[in-house]
C-alpha cells in the first residue's frame, strides 16, 4: 500500500509536488490507473487513482473517502526535555506516532544537556512515521519552550509528572480516568531538581512512577505513551 | 550511581577485569574507599568498596548483597525476526531490557530480508541497558534459529503470534492468565506466510493484535513486551 501525505488536500482532484511525484513514478514505478492511499493528518483517509503520471507531476483522482479513520478516544500530550544524543527523542517521536499520540512538546529543563532542537527534522521523522503506520492524525510538534513558561500554561484535565525523586508515586493506571485530555512531562537524563518537580505539584500535576526500573528519558516517554493508549483501548 | 556487571562474582572479593579497571579509574576516577554496585545477571546486586586501585586492577570488597533484586513474576521470552536494518533489533533488545524481559530468540523467517546476526554484538547491547537499567537479571539472548526449527520446541505455557493477515485477533490482555510464561513471535517486515502463521497455529500459538495502527517489527515486539509487563504489575 503506498500512501502519500497530502495536508492541502481540498477536492478530488489533487497533485503530488515535484518531490512526491519523482518518488511516485520514479521510485514506486506507479502509473496510470494505479491506486495509492493519501492521508491529510486531519483523520482523513482516502484512496486515489492516478490520472496523469509524468516525472515531475503525478495527478490522483480521489475514488473513495473516509472520514475521521483511526479517530482516538482520548488526547494524549507527552512534553518531554530533549535527550542528549538527538536519535533518541528521534526514535520516541516514531514510535510514540505509531503507537498513537496527539501532541508532543520538548521542554528545556534546568539539568537539559541539549537546549537547542532543530524542529524541521523532527516534523520529518513524525511524518515518515504517520505515512509508515498509516495514522491518519498527524501529531502536532510544539516549539520548544523552557519548562517555567511551559508549566503554567496547560489546558489538559489530567496532568502527570514522571519522575525519580522519592516520594508517593502511584502508577498511572491507578489514577488515572479514561477518555480525557493528559499531559505528562518526562524529565532530562539528570531528572527534573526538586524546584522543578514543586512547581509542578503547585499547578496540579501528580507525581507517577512508570516501572521498577530506571528508565532512559526517551524508553520512559514511550512507557507512558504504551501505558495511557492501553488504558483507553 | 556507578554499576559494574560482574556475572562470574562468587566471593565477597572481586578484582575488575583490566577493560573495567581502566573504565573504573580512569574514567569514572575513582579510588580507594569509594564504593560501586555489582550485579551478577541471576538477581544479585551487590554494594562494593574499593581496595585497592591502579590503571588496569580495581579491587573491590563486597559490603552488602541483595539476592533475587527486582525479581520478575512471570517469564517473557520474545521470538522476533531480525530486522533489515540491524539498529532497530538492537534498540528494541535495550529498550526490552529497561523494560522488563527474560529471554530473546532471533528466528529466520520465510520473508526475513537478514539472515545473519552477529549475537555478540546484540550481547553487548543488552548488558549495556542491564547496567544502564539496574535491572539484576541479565536477559538470555539464544541463537538465531529457523521459524520452522523453533516453532516445535518451545516449552512456554502461553504461547502467541502477532500477525497482520485477516482473521480473529484478540488483544493479549483479553485471553492472558498472569503469572505465566510466555512466548510471543513477532514476525518479519513482510509479515509471517501464511503457511507459518498454519503452523504456528497447529503448535498451539494464539493469534493476537498490538492495536490498530500498523506497527514496525520492533515496535510490535516493544508494545508486546510491555503489554505483559503491564498486564502483571
Given at each position: 500500500?503506498?500512501?502519500?501525505?497530502?495536508?492541502?488536500?481540498?477536492?478530488?482532484?489533487?497533485?503530488?509536488?515535484?518531490?512526491?511525484?519523482?518518488?511516485c513514478?520514479?521510485?514506486?514505478?506507479?502509473?496510470?490507473?494505479?491506486?495509492?492511499?493519501?492521508?491529510?493528518?486531519?483523520?482523513?483517509?482516502?484512496?486515489?487513482?492516478?490520472?496523469?503520471?509524468?516525472?515531475?507531476?503525478?495527478?490522483?483522482?480521489?475514488?473513495?473517502?473516509?472520514?475521521?479513520?483511526?479517530?482516538?478516544?482520548?488526547?494524549?500530550?507527552?512534553?518531554?526535555?530533549?535527550?542528549?544524543?538527538?536519535?533518541?527523542?528521534?526514535?520516541?517521536?516514531?514510535?510514540?506516532?505509531?503507537?498513537?499520540?496527539?501532541?508532543?512538546?520538548?521542554?528545556?529543563?534546568?539539568?537539559?544537556?541539549?537546549?537547542?532542537?532543530?524542529?524541521?527534522?523532527?516534523?520529518?521523522?513524525?511524518?515518515?512515521?504517520?505515512k509508515?503506520?498509516?495514522?491518519?492524525?498527524?501529531?502536532q510538534?510544539?516549539?520548544?519552550?523552557?519548562?517555567?513558561d511551559?508549566?503554567?500554561?496547560?489546558?489538559?484535565?489530567?496532568?502527570?509528572?514522571?519522575?525519580?525523586?522519592?516520594?508517593?508515586?502511584?502508577?498511572?493506571?491507578?489514577?488515572?480516568?479514561?477518555?480525557?485530555?493528559?499531559?505528562?512531562?518526562?524529565?532530562?537524563?539528570?531528572?527534573?531538581?526538586?524546584?522543578?518537580?514543586?512547581?509542578?505539584?503547585q499547578n496540579?500535576?501528580?507525581?507517577?512512577?512508570?516501572?521498577?526500573?530506571?528508565?532512559?528519558?526517551?524508553?520512559a516517554?514511550?512507557?507512558?505513551?504504551?501505558?495511557?493508549?492501553?488504558?483507553?483501548?
Open positions: 500500500m503506498h500512501v502519500f501525505y497530502t495536508p492541502d488536500i481540498n477536492s478530488n482532484n489533487y497533485t503530488l509536488n515535484e518531490e512526491e511525484s519523482k518518488h513514478s520514479k521510485v514506486l514505478r506507479l502509473g496510470v490507473g494505479d491506486v495509492v492511499h493519501l492521508i491529510d493528518g486531519r483523520g482523513g483517509l482516502y484512496k486515489a487513482q492516478i490520472n496523469e503520471a509524468s516525472k515531475k507531476h503525478v495527478q490522483l483522482l480521489v475514488i473513495e473517502h473516509q472520514k475521521e479513520y483511526g479517530k482516538r478516544n482520548h488526547h494524549l500530550h507527552i512534553a518531554i526535555a530533549p535527550t542528549k544524543n538527538i536519535d533518541r527523542l528521534e526514535w520516541f517521536l516514531e514510535k510514540a506516532t505509531e503507537i498513537g499520540i496527539d501532541e508532543f512538546t520538548p521542554i528545556i529543563c534546568d539539568r537539559s544537556e541539549r537546549k537547542i532542537i532543530k524542529e524541521e527534522r523532527l516534523e520529518k521523522v513524525i511524518t515518515s512515521a504517520v509508515q503506520s498509516l495514522t491518519a492524525y498527524h501529531p510538534l510544539n516549539k520548544a519552550i523552557s519548562f517555567a511551559f508549566i503554567t500554561k496547560n489546558k489538559e484535565t489530567e496532568k502527570f509528572i514522571a519522575h525519580c525523586m522519592d516520594g508517593a508515586k502511584p502508577y498511572i493506571n491507578q489514577i488515572v480516568n479514561i477518555h480525557q485530555s493528559y499531559l505528562i512531562l518526562i524529565g532530562p537524563e539528570g531528572d527534573f531538581t526538586p524546584a522543578e518537580l514543586n512547581v509542578a505539584l496540579g500535576y501528580k507525581p507517577v512512577t512508570l516501572g521498577n526500573t530506571r528508565l532512559r528519558t526517551e524508553t516517554a514511550l512507557a507512558a505513551c504504551f501505558e495511557l493508549n492501553f488504558i483507553n483501548r
